[in-house]
């Protein structure tokens, strides 16, 4: 069974935009029952936009740490089969609840995603997909403590944010021991900056080492 559809390209207004089926969240320009994914408020929704493939495809189950007030996270549940959505923070999980509430296939945690026994008991193990945009130090160690949900086959999205590990150090140099640190754990496919509307991040695709 594969009934749920994917993103695509499609032109509104006279634009094209990477859409996803799904009732909307923020205002997002709508069309035919799809609806915009807006890459400057999606860190996921401006690689996907570059033609970069992440593993994102109907039915795989996701693991989503950092997932705010559910931007993001709601163009994945239009497509995946069961998103679990970790957030610390109570004032976004408010927002990510509500967005919940049309999509019963988001799984939201208040949870501190550096703490991964917290949560453990919830989250099946074997996924297929771990994206992680959470804006804290200590980003490739979330990744990795993270690790033991992913199937030997998923894909890790992770995306770097430099000033969120050091206001001091170049971008490129906290992203260059970033990679060193995470390919002790992980095979990296691909890395990828972002475009202005994310300034220095850095977007990387990896599959979990045995
Ligand atoms: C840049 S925002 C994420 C945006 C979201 N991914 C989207 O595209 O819609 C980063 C989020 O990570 C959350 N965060 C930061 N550290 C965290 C942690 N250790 N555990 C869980 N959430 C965390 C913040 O509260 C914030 O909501």
């Known amino acids: 069974m594969n009934a749920s559809p994917s993103?695509?390209?499609?032109?509104?207004?006279g634009k094209r935009y990477i859409v996803t089926?799904?009732?909307?969240?923020?205002?997002e320009l709508t069309k035919d029952g799809w609806r915009q994914?807006?890459?400057?408020?999606?860190?996921l929704g401006s690689i996907l936009s570059q033609n970069i493939e992440v593993g994102l495809c109907p039915n795989v189950?996701?693991?989503?740490?950092?997932a705010a007030n559910g931007t993001t996270v709601s163009h994945v549940a239009d497509i995946a089969s069961?998103?679990?959505?970790?957030?610390?923070?109570?004032q976004p999980m408010r927002d990510l609840l509500n967005v919940s509430r049309s999509r019963t296939?988001?799984?939201?945690?208040?949870?501190?995603a550096r703490r991964p026994e917290t949560y453990s008991h919830i989250v099946e193990s074997n996924l297929d997909l771990l994206i992680q945009d959470v804006a804290t130090r200590g980003q490739v160690k979330t990744a990795i403590d993270n690790k033991?949900?992913?199937?030997?086959?998923?894909?890790?999205f992770l995306v770097i944010k430099a000033r969120s590990e050091t206001a001091t150090a170049p971008p490129d140099a906290v992203f260059k021991?970033?990679?060193e640190q995470l390919s002790k754990e992980y095979n990296i496919l691909l890395t990828q900056k972002l475009t202005s509307d994310h300034k220095d991040h850095l977007a990387i695709l990896a599959e979990p080492l045995p």
């Open 21 to 27: 089926k799904g009732p909307p969240v923020y205002g």
């Open 61 to 66: 189950k996701v693991l989503y740490l950092g």
């Open 82 to 90: 069961i998103v679990y959505a970790v957030e610390f923070s109570p």
């Open 177 to 179: 021991q970033s990679l």
């Open 37 to 43: 994914w807006d890459s400057s408020r999606s860190k």
């Open 105 to 112: 296939n988001i799984i939201p945690l208040l949870k501190d």
């Open 7 to 13: 993103y695509k390209y499609l032109s509104i207004q």
């Open 148 to 156: 033991k949900f992913l199937s030997s086959t998923g894909k890790l």
